[in-house]
């Protein structure tokens, strides 16, 4: 009786998974750049899956996709949440580009995978070759984490690995190379295609303000920068922009820019940082400290699609962050005032009520003319008890459930480890862990945690 319980759960944790899988399917067919429409009009079906918080994965993957398609592969090119197993048995081969966030996390679109196909024995992948690209940052405790693991459930399902699992360091451009040789092995082609990211170009500081100063925080600093040369370029509210000191090398910082093009700069949110023996961080330091007003930095805009509006625009908008995650949160609250959207409830938490309430004059216009009709600022240091924004969720689930009712997005900006897990605990206590993986299989639900 035990094991025919079980099979009954398992067969029923299958149906579910299905279910939702094809309800990602007609969501993403409708919005993805690159349809799931193979690629290419012939040879072996390739499948090119992908898991990517912040688009390094993604784009990547595109790159790849399209070099197998040139070749006239059969290239079909998804998500990791929209893997199956038919979808893997209808291949005979399948690349894997998988990042990995947080404390050793899966991305948002490689997380339902994770949750419910890799937790359990799986399917037999004996007749599938496999590669996996594992993409990381070593600077972080548990680098390429997620895509080890994901690599050890290949294995351990029979998959045959077409090479040992590369794993690439920020921007290594070494395994970049390694990737580009096997893809060009698979697509029979002797020329190693050209994926370079575009290059950094000087952009000057025109501005720089301290907002906290009193703060028992580390200081949070405003830039405003523009072109060394040439006119602004256009980006969309949710984009990031890498940043890259003259001492980070291969090592460029990612930040989320906080300003439209229509405010004719380009703003950034920066907190000085400090490394375990008291120095400033890299890029923290320099923008902070060491770039005077008038001088350039290298940046490069950096497209974030999980982060932008894209299906969302006319949806109600539930904006969460935390300390400078207001940053992204200031850019969608821009867009959605360019539009007249006025249906957005913002949750933002910080240290203190006086030094610490950045872009109050932004939140206080906005909430004076109505885009605001929702406001809850959380200042964990003002009381006994410590408040965080995911303590004034939880005080407001029943009108949070009433807003997703209405067709709401959630957009969760901030720290992943701390701030960003901890909301996605309390979404899922408050919806249920199947609803909130619904929201997310449908683009409503987004984080750019870092």
Same mark, same amino acid.
């Given at each position: 009786?035990?094991?025919?319980?079980?099979?009954?759960?398992?067969?029923?944790?299958?149906?579910?998974?299905?279910?939702?899988?094809?309800?990602?399917?007609?969501?993403?067919?409708?919005?993805?750049?690159?349809?799931?429409?193979?690629?290419?009009?012939?040879?072996?079906?390739?499948?090119?899956?992908?898991?990517?918080?912040?688009?390094?994965?993604?784009?990547?993957?595109?790159?790849?996709?399209? !070099?197998? /398609? &040139?070749?006239?592969?059969?290239?079909? #090119?998804? @998500?990791?949440?929209?893997?199956? $197993?038919?979808?893997? +048995?209808?291949?005979?081969?399948?690349?894997?580009?998988?990042?990995?966030?947080?404390?050793?996390?899966?991305?948002?679109?490689?997380?339902?995978?994770?949750?419910?196909?890799?937790?359990?024995?799986?399917?037999?992948?004996?007749?599938?070759?496999?590669?996996?690209?594992?993409?990381?940052?070593?600077?972080?405790?548990?680098?390429?984490?997620?895509?080890?693991?994901?690599?050890?459930?290949?294995?351990?399902?029979?998959?045959?690995?077409?090479?040992?699992?590369?794993?690439?360091?920020?921007?290594?451009?070494?395994?970049?190379?390694?990737?580009?040789?096997?893809?060009?092995?698979?697509?029979?082609?002797?020329?190693?295609?050209?994926?370079?990211?575009?290059?950094?170009?000087?952009?000057?500081?025109?501005?720089?303000?301290?907002?906290?100063?009193? !703060?028992? /925080? &580390?200081?949070?600093?405003?830039?405003? #920068?523009? @072109?060394?040369?040439?006119?602004? $370029?256009?980006?969309? +509210?949710?984009?990031?922009?890498?940043?890259?000191?003259?001492?980070?090398?291969?090592?460029?910082?990612?930040?989320?820019?906080?300003?439209?093009?229509?405010?004719?700069?380009?703003?950034?949110?920066?907190?000085?940082?400090?490394?375990?023996?008291?120095?400033?961080?890299?890029?923290?330091?320099?923008?902070?400290?060491?770039?005077?007003?008038?001088?350039?930095?290298?940046?490069?805009?950096?497209?974030?699609?999980?982060?932008?509006?894209?299906?969302?625009?006319?949806?109600?908008?539930?904006?969460?962050?935390?300390?400078?995650?207001?940053?992204?949160?200031?850019?969608?609250?821009?867009?959605?005032?360019?539009?007249?959207?006025?249906?957005?409830?913002?949750?933002?938490?910080?240290?203190?009520?006086?030094?610490?309430?950045?872009?109050?004059?932004?939140?206080?216009?906005?909430?004076?003319?109505?885009?605001?009709?929702?406001?809850?600022?959380?200042?964990?240091?003002?009381?006994? +008890?410590?408040?965080?924004?995911?303590?004034?969720?939880?005080?407001?689930?029943?009108?949070?459930?009433?807003?997703?009712?209405?067709?709401?997005?959630?957009?969760?900006?901030?720290?992943?480890?701390?701030?960003?897990?901890?909301?996605?605990?309390?979404?899922?206590?408050?919806?249920?862990?199947?609803?909130?993986?619904?929201?997310?299989?449908?683009?409503?639900?987004?984080?750019?945690?870092?």
């Amino acid at each position: 009786m035990p094991d025919t319980v079980r099979l009954l759960t398992a067969w029923g944790a299958t149906l579910a998974y299905g279910g939702l899988c094809a309800a990602v399917y007609l969501r993403h067919r409708r919005r993805q750049r690159i349809a799931v429409a193979p690629l290419g009009d012939g040879g072996r079906p390739v499948l090119v899956a992908y898991a990517s918080q912040s688009g390094s994965a993604e784009a990547l993957a595109e790159h790849t996709a399209r !070099s197998l /398609g &040139a070749a006239g592969l059969n290239t079909t #090119l998804v @998500p990791l949440n929209r893997v199956t $197993p038919d979808l893997l +048995a209808a291949h005979e081969q399948a690349l894997f580009l998988v990042s990995t966030c947080g404390e050793g996390d899966a991305p948002d679109n490689g997380a339902f995978f994770e949750r419910h196909c890799m937790a359990d024995a799986g399917p037999d992948l004996s007749r599938l070759h496999v590669g996996v690209l594992a993409l990381g940052d070593r600077e972080y405790a548990h680098f390429c984490a997620f895509g080890r693991r994901l690599a050890a459930w290949l294995e351990a399902r029979g998959a045959v690995p077409l090479f040992a699992p590369l794993e690439m360091d920020n921007q290594d451009a070494n395994a970049l190379a390694a990737w580009q040789q096997q893809v060009a092995h698979i697509a029979g082609s002797g020329e190693t295609p050209d994926w370079r990211a575009p290059a950094f170009t000087p952009w000057r500081l025109l501005e720089r303000r301290h907002l906290n100063p009193g !703060s028992s /925080g &580390a200081p949070v600093f405003h830039l405003a #920068l523009a @072109p060394e040369h040439g006119p602004l $370029p256009e980006w969309q +509210a949710g984009d990031l922009v890498q940043v890259q000191p003259p001492e980070a090398g291969e090592h460029p910082r990612d930040y989320s820019i906080a300003s439209l093009p229509a405010d004719g700069a380009l703003h950034l949110l920066v907190r000085l940082q400090a490394r375990p023996d008291g120095t400033p961080g890299l890029a923290s330091g320099h923008l902070c400290q060491d770039l005077e007003v008038g001088r350039s930095v290298a940046l490069r805009l950096k497209p974030h699609a999980n982060f932008r509006l894209g299906d969302n625009a006319g949806r109600p908008l539930i904006l969460i962050g935390n300390g400078t995650g207001i940053a992204g949160l200031r850019a969608l609250l821009k867009a959605r005032e360019a539009r007249g959207d006025k249906r957005n409830w913002l949750i933002f938490g910080e240290r203190h009520a006086g030094p610490d309430r950045h872009y109050r004059e932004d939140l206080a216009r906005w909430r004076n003319n109505g885009l605001l009709p929702r406001l809850d600022l959380v200042f964990s240091r003002e009381q006994a +008890a410590k408040d965080y924004v995911q303590h004034r969720l939880a005080q407001r689930g029943d009108v949070l459930q009433d807003w997703i009712d209405e067709g709401a997005a959630v957009y969760v900006c901030g720290s992943a480890a701390t701030m960003g897990a901890a909301v996605d605990e309390t979404l899922a206590q408050l919806l249920g862990r199947e609803t909130l993986d619904r929201l997310l299989a449908e683009g409503r639900y987004r984080r750019d945690v870092y």
